[in-house]
């Protein structure tokens, strides 16, 4: 099992990005360490959503034509029936979610996917989407660095039974520092006895 289970885990980490291009030098390679495994016990994630990421920009399509294109794609290049979970990457504005969500569900019931997720959604789309059909998880950006998210939509995520999988960018060792120092002196401030606001006197 150590043999394979590296491989397995390149497809659920790489073709999450490498899919939403439909690329199939990408996923064909890959599709053969499914191969090896029973698809029974292999959870396969990947996305759809970005059709080109430039310096300035990311060019963002949930259109029900894409969501059918990229998840027919995706299935012939990894040589599998279904795709364990299918997130939407990116939300497009230009597109309500409902129409989206609604072609995702008919994937569901075609059984070509088993479970919907979200990639860097606001709480109110989450809430439109979650209505069509329930959401598995979303992916956001959370770290130690960016907790916003704890404000708003980690509660709403524990409320509907919707799973956090974070991720975060780059950190530098001064990232890592300047956080520490903040959380040193919240402790020490928030020592009984201690008065002090953190300025001088």
Do not use: W
């Amino acid at each position: 099992m150590e043999k394979v289970m590296p491989a397995v885990v390149n497809v659920m980490k790489e073709e999450a990005t490498l899919v939403t291009l439909i690329k199939p030098q990408f996923e064909v390679p890959r599709s053969q360490a499914l191969k090896d495994l029973p698809r029974e016990n292999v959870q396969l994630t990947t996305k759809f959503g970005i059709v080109k990421m430039e310096p300035t920009q990311v060019v963002v399509k949930d259109t029900v034509e894409y969501v059918n294109s990229c998840c027919e794609a995706s299935l012939k290049h990894l040589g599998v029936d279904y795709i364990d979970r299918y997130y939407v990457h990116r939300i497009d504005t230009s597109v309500p979610i409902e129409e989206t969500m609604r072609e995702l569900m008919k994937l569901v019931e075609e059984g070509k996917i088993k479970y919907i997720g979200l990639s860097e959604a606001s709480p109110n789309t989450i809430r439109r989407a979650h209505v069509v059909h329930s959401i598995i998880a979303l992916q956001m950006e959370y770290s130690f660095l960016t907790q916003e998210i704890e404000e708003e939509i980690i509660p709403l995520l524990h409320v509907n039974v919707i799973y956090i999988l974070g991720y975060f960018e780059g950190v530098t060792n001064n990232d890592v520092e300047k956080v520490v120092m903040e959380k040193k002196l919240i402790l020490l401030n928030k020592r009984p006895g201690n008065t002090s606001s953190g300025s001088a006197a």
